[in-house]
């Protein structure tokens, strides 16, 4: 009979390495498959509060997009359009009195960007002829004026809505109007076309694989955010601080930050959101406090608003939005100028660190 090996029995703390052993090889495997699939962050908002110029950031900080001349060109037709188009629109709103005090330049320019309908359809090229009509009207200071109270400034029943960069493209028209014209990023940053529809953003954040749901903010486009709720990691949302002044483009009726603010209750009280992460950018701060400095007040619009300068201003529109969050505990905001890269970047490093290492953390929680 040849000999048996007998091994020992296993004592008890043996056992319980290798089940934790085995517990560490499942989570691990487990860790692997989360850490290879997409999280998906919302980004929701009101229209034009600047969600789609954060897109382009996080494209152009996480994705090098926007690195060659060729993606940039495809931007030139955009920012042809916005230059004009607002142009348009602001000389049309002018009253008489302005008009009839024009000199001959300024008149056969006003009548050029004014008359021809041609210049709200898309392609549209930005000439030399175009190019120098809008650079004579800029050099009018009461042009100029009416840009700057342009939210207070009506056609009809309507308040015209021109886009705060137009003032960008205003005044680089010459640059813009330039055969080898390539837009810079800041160009691109300040180039607007309505979202609308939903579109996705997929990128690498700290090594983590990302998916940035970007949504049209307008209240047409808001029946949309529903299909959107279900696995969903954490929610931006973005409104324009500097808004508190306008009304929206859809109701002339209603103020943005209200509507914004009631739009931000909704959202903090979806059942899905409950023990999800809100990051609340108060985007627009640049003109804010442009806004604050030129002497509108606040208190015009919101009057138990008590502050005088821009902290001040800041701080109550920030407490407003904490006031309807249903979990202040989750709920994290930044004041943020969405066309400023490097205030971007910095927001972004600090979500990196903070909110990703947590979103990963509980979902394999340490039970060891």
């Known amino acids: ?62 994705a090098n997009c926007y690195q060659t001349d060729q993606e940039r060109i495809a931007f030139v037709p955009i920012i042809a359009l916005n230059a004009i188009s607002s142009m348009h629109i602001l000389l049309n709103s002018l009253p008489k009195s302005i008009v009839d005090n024009f000199n001959d330049k300024e008149m056969d320019s006003y009548t050029l960007l004014t008359e021809d309908s041609e210049f709200l359809r898309p392609n549209i ?19 100029k004026q009416q840009f700057e109270r342009r939210h207070e400034v009506s056609i009809g029943v309507e308040a015209i809505q021109i886009a705060d960069s137009a003032k960008h493209f205003f005044t680089h028209v010459d640059r813009i109007a330039n055969d080898n014209y390539v837009p810079t990023i800041e160009d691109l940053l300040y180039s607007r076309l309505k979202t609308t529809g939903v579109s996705q953003v997929s990128l690498s954040m ?8 970007d ?37 002339p009726h209603t103020n943005r930050m209200t509507e914004a603010i009631d739009v931000f ?24 406090e442009e806004k604050i400095q030129n002497g509108i007040d606040p208190r015009k619009y919101f009057p138990d608003y008590s502050g005088k300068g821009i902290k001040e201003g800041e701080e109550y529109f920030k407490r407003r939005f904490q006031a309807v969050s249903r979990n202040k505990d989750k709920l994290h905001v930044h004041i ?21 290492k947590k979103m990963f953390a509980d979902a394999f929680p340490c039970n060891i």
């Open 1 to 62: 009979m040849g000999n048996i090996c007998l091994h020992p029995p296993e004592d008890e703390n043996e056992l319980k390495q290798k089940e934790i052993a085995k517990k560490i090889d499942q989570d691990l495997i487990a860790y692997s498959k989360e850490f290879k699939k997409e999280h998906k962050l919302l980004l929701l908002g009101p229209g034009e509060s600047g969600k789609s110029t954060l897109v382009k950031q996080l494209r152009y900080i996480y």
């Open 125 to 143: 090229k930005l000439t030399k002829e175009i190019s120098e009509a809008i650079k004579i009207m800029w050099q009018n200071d009461l042009v």
């Open 206 to 213: 700290g090594g983590y694989p990302l998916l940035f749901v």
């Open 215 to 251: 949504v049209g903010g307008q209240r047409s486009e808001r029946r949309k955010w529903v299909n959107l709720f279900e696995e969903v990691n954490a929610i931006f949302f973005v409104v324009a601080l500097s808004e508190f002044d306008q009304k929206l483009r859809e109701d």
């Open 265 to 288: 209750a909704e959202i903090c009280h979806i059942s899905e959101f409950k023990n999800k992460d809100i990051i609340l950018f108060l985007n627009k701060s640049d003109l804010f």
């Open 336 to 356: 943020t100028t969405a066309t400023n890269t490097g205030n971007i970047r910095m927001i972004f490093e600090d979500f990196e660190t903070i909110f990703l």
